[in-house]
């Protein structure tokens, strides 16, 4: 950020000079960068994750209490409309694989890979709002106003989750206990649900953790373009105004938030697949 042009004291504003040196000496931005960014991790070994620069007298973890509770609601109710509706569209595509559900499916998903979330917001937006008039176009009021961007904010996931799901279930359903479970005459679709999914769902599981991490804090454009007062709102504020501790903090944040959602992932995995295991040294030894 300090090599990207810009200032986050000088915009359309004149500041004497003296004022400036001032506010740089205040902020500790008169320092080497050597120096800030090691001031800047004292004060994070302690809790600090420091105070706006635009917005004075506000700390870093006012705003993350303030916007995370709202980013997390919005992407709480994006996972739970992506991850059972990924799963159904790529298990039906692959029972039904190379017949008219199955294209229907994947069409579903490619458009939700290949139409970019603004894009799909501004046609939302267009459809049920301006010409409908079902639904309000922004703001963060009632649960109406949740739905649009939620419904943005989940596209994306449950087209990967749909896709992931196909191609696992295709190559589990090849598998020899597959088929010999066919042979005894058991049905395909109690198969699949029985003895296939939970094999199949183990990349979609990995998937989750990332995935996951960026849904709880938000999607920025989303945010933006809805007017929701999330984290990915602030952050885009704060990029704007060369917010500086704002932005180390607000990336602080979603970096503990994905290490957090992988690890749990890791630990997820051995409750689905017993072939992952957590050997002490006297088993393994």
Known sequence: MHAIP??????????????????YAYYGLDQPLWKQYLIYLQGLFHGDLGTSIVYPGRTITECIKEGFPISARLGAQALLISIPSGILLGTIASLKRNKWQDTLSMLISTLGVSVPNFVLSSCLQYIFCV???????????????TILPTLALAALPTAFIARLTRSNMVEVLQQDYILTAKAKGLPLFRIAIRHGLRNALLPVIAYLGPIASQILTGSFMIERIFAIPGLGQWMILSIHGRDYPMILGLATFFCTLLLVATFLVDIAYAFLDPRVRVFSKKEFA
Do not use: C, M, Y
Request: aromatic share 10%.
């Open 6 to 23: 810009g200032d986050p004291f000088i915009g359309e504003r004149v500041i004497p000079e003296e004022v400036l040196r001032s506010l």
């Open 131 to 145: 010409k409908l008039h079902l639904l309000p176009v922004a703001r963060w009021d009632s649960f109406e106003h």
